[in-house]
């Protein structure tokens, strides 16, 4: 069974860095798309990065470019996320997600992402 299991989420002082990390297995990593997602409360869960985990192909939100770096460790089968110049605005649940189903290129951020962690919590305070 395909398993994701995020960590390095926390609480840090605006302005401060986290690095998030997702562990796969389950499935043959660098098959896939991979993103991150995130949801606040009371908001929509969006698409913060992903990564075309066989060529490595990066996406990010708008919002994020700049301050957030996805990357991925193929022979540890692990995605991260490197969250610098944090804002409040950024406080969320984060999820790692995975999309085996090729074509996967298609929805880097939309939520039909076939497999989905726990998510780690961040906490951004001003």
């Known amino acids: 069974q395909v398993q994701l299991v995020e960590s390095g989420g926390g609480s840090v002082q605006a302005g401060g860095s986290l690095r998030l990390s997702c562990v796969a297995s389950?499935?043959?990593?660098?098959?896939?798309?991979m993103g991150w997602f995130r949801q606040a409360p009371g908001k929509e869960r969006e698409g913060v990065a992903a990564?075309?985990?066989?060529?490595?192909?990066?996406y990010y939100v708008d919002s994020v470019k700049g301050r957030f770096t996805i990357s991925q460790d193929n022979a540890k089968n692990t995605l991260y996320l490197q969250m610098n110049s944090l804002m409040p605005e950024d406080t969320a649940m984060y999820y790692c997600?995975?999309?085996?189903?090729?074509?996967?290129?298609?929805?880097?951020?939309?939520?039909?992402?076939?497999?989905w962690g726990q998510g780690t919590q961040v906490t951004v305070s001003s």
């Open positions: 389950g499935y043959t990593y660098g098959t896939d798309c």
């Open positions: 997600a995975t999309d085996t189903r090729a074509p996967c290129t298609r929805r880097l951020f939309l939520p039909e992402y076939n497999y």
């Open positions: 990564i075309v985990t066989r060529v490595g192909s990066t």
